[in-house]
Each structure stands twice: as C-alpha cells, then as structure tokens.
C-alpha cells in the first residue's frame, strides 16, 4: 500500500513537472510544432533509463523502481499527448512536421532510454 501512495504522490509530481516544462517551452516560442511535448518525453525516456539502470546493476530500495518509474515518469511522459500533437498537425496540412514530431520522438526516446540504461550502469 505505501508503493502505491508513493507511485500516486510521484505521478501527480510528474504530471505538474511535465505541464510547467511544457508551458514554460511553448511560452518562448512560436509555432505549430510540439517542442515542449517532445522535450518532456525524450528527457523522461532518459530519466527513466537512468532508473532502471541504476536499479539492474546496483540494485535499489524495494518499491523506488516503481516510485521513481511508474510515478514520477509515467506522470512527467504521456504517450497520449505525443499521439493527439501527432494527429493535430496531420489535420493541419503539416505532413512533414507531423511525421518528424512521430518519428523523431520514436527515436529520440529510444535513443535517451537507452543512453540513461548505460548511464545507470556506470
């Protein structure tokens, strides 16, 4: 039960973090493409290969995986923004942006988990 607190205090931590990272983004600039939504998934795909790597190769405290992961990133990341930017710029003629925004944030996020695994392991 203390997990499950501790994943619900993290989540809603993450969810505030991702808005004002977001807003603070999109306030500096102009323009249709979804930098904020981008930023905050890569940077939490790191974050959460940082995680989970410390925790495959140093081990951690039972339940600070599921904290730190499912809470605090599964709040800060959202696959379901990423996926609604994605649609609004098809539906508004921006194929190629549309397409770089879904794609690039694929890869950026894979490359950022991955990059945030080894760190861990150091």
Not at 6 to 24: H, K, M, N, Q, Y
Request: proline residues 2%; aromatic residues 10%.
């Amino acid at each position: 039960m203390i997990v499950a607190l501790g994943v619900a205090l993290a989540g809603g931590t993450g969810a505030v973090a991702r808005f004002l990272c977001d807003r603070a983004i999109e306030l500096r600039r102009a323009g249709p493409f979804p930098l904020g939504t981008l930023v905050v998934n890569v940077s939490g795909s790191l974050l959460l290969g940082l995680v989970t790597g410390t925790l495959w190769y140093h081990g951690g405290t039972p339940g600070w995986h599921e904290v730190a992961g499912a809470g605090f990133c599964g709040g800060f990341t959202t696959w379901s923004t990423a996926a609604w930017e994605s649609v609004r710029l098809w539906s508004e003629r921006l194929f190629g942006q549309a397409v770089l925004f879904t794609l690039g944030g694929l890869v950026l996020g894979l490359a950022a988990a991955a990059a945030g695994v080894a760190l861990g392991a150091l």
